[in-house]
């Protein structure tokens, strides 16, 4: 199976969503990989019906399940745990600090199916396993550039190496906008369709200019000057001044840029001597807020152009 996965030692592992998760037999198949954040209670399974069973879910046994194996006759629950257990689950999650029967724990073992243990209510569980694998298991990718929050749009700076994109960044910190991410981006796709970046731990909250080397924005300026990740709403791309290349003018197209399948605007600004390229992030970031909010500057131009090309008279009649 291809895609995005994960493994159970890496949910095992997990500290910061509190699933408190420890192994109760099967480390042998810690390295199971999980493709995809949805759970499965196999209840059905349990009594021997397997039809509708997703084998490479997270299958969590709740007290129900684990009630239902306690009660059931020791035969029938062995024949019936040894079939579940011949399909290749990738792991087991007893909730609710519940002790399955020693069968049950002898079979997984010897089957290689990793089986965890929380005192989390299965509800509890559920819930946070479930946002825990939607956030680590969503597409990723990594870009060259500078990601800024200016007033409240998340800007990605682009260009090639030594074009100015660390210097804008820095003008519009100064300006009072906040850094996000320099020199590497970090953008993770957030269901259905956002981009959301941050910068790598190693190097967040850094810059590097050139001639100054590497600044720490948040010492220099304050926690107001940084953040630690922004959805991104528009691509600004800087290349350098070429007067035989035609620039748009006008602005009634909206040219778009794709990153991970998500579609965001995409604005390339020529750059040159004596163009004031924060000033124009800035009117870029306002003019994004206008469009949002229903209101288009050039399209507006247009059509009163139009409008007063179809009133005025083609010429004057000589009488």
């Keep these: 199976m291809d895609g995005i996965s994960l493994s159970i030692q890496e949910i095992l ?32 399974a349990l009594a021997g019906y397997t039809e509708h069973l997703h084998a490479t879910r997270i299958q969590v046994l709740g007290n129900t399940e684990i009630s239902f194996l306690n009660q059931m006759e020791k035969t029938l629950a062995l024949e019936c745990v040894n079939t579940l257990c011949s399909f290749p689950i990738s792991c087991f999650i007893i909730t609710k600090g519940l002790v399955p029967p020693d069968f049950f724990l002898e079979i997984v073992e010897k089957t290689g199916i990793p089986t965890l243990h ?51 960044a820095l003008d519009l910190v100064i300006r009072g906008h906040r850094l996000v991410a320099d020199d590497m981006v970090f953008i993770k796709k957030k269901m259905p369709a956002a981009l959301v970046g ?57 040219n778009k840029a794709t990153i991970l399948g998500v579609d965001i605007p995409h604005i390339i ?31 507006d131009f247009q059509e009163r152009l139009l409008s007063r090309m179809e009133v005025r008279p083609l010429g004057n009649e000589v009488e």
């Design 118 to 168: 929380t005192s989390l209510q299965s509800s509890t569980f559920i819930s946070l396993i479930t946002k825990f694998l939607e956030e680590r298991l969503l597409p990723t990718t990594h870009m060259h550039g500078v990601l800024v929050d200016v007033l409240g749009v998340g800007i990605l700076l682009m260009g090639k190496s030594g074009i100015g994109k660390s210097e804008c």
């Design 198 to 254: 941050q910068a790598e731990d190693a190097i967040q909250h850094l810059m590097e200019i050139r001639g100054l080397g590497i600044i720490n924005i948040k010492d220099l300026y304050g926690v107001s000057a940084i953040r630690d990740k922004k959805i991104i709403d528009m691509m600004l791309e800087l290349t350098e001044w070429d007067s035989d290349q035609e620039y748009d003018r006008l602005g009634v197209d909206d």
């Design 269 to 299: 600004i020529p750059v040159r001597p004596g163009r004031n390229l924060g000033s124009i992030i800035e009117v870029a970031a306002r003019n994004f807020l206008l469009k949002v909010m229903g209101y288009h500057s050039a399209r």
């Design 13 to 44: 592992d997990d500290s910061e969503y509190g699933l408190g998760l420890t192994l109760l037999a099967g480390a042998q198949g810690l390295g199971n990989r999980i493709f995809s954040s949805r759970i499965q209670k196999p209840g059905l």
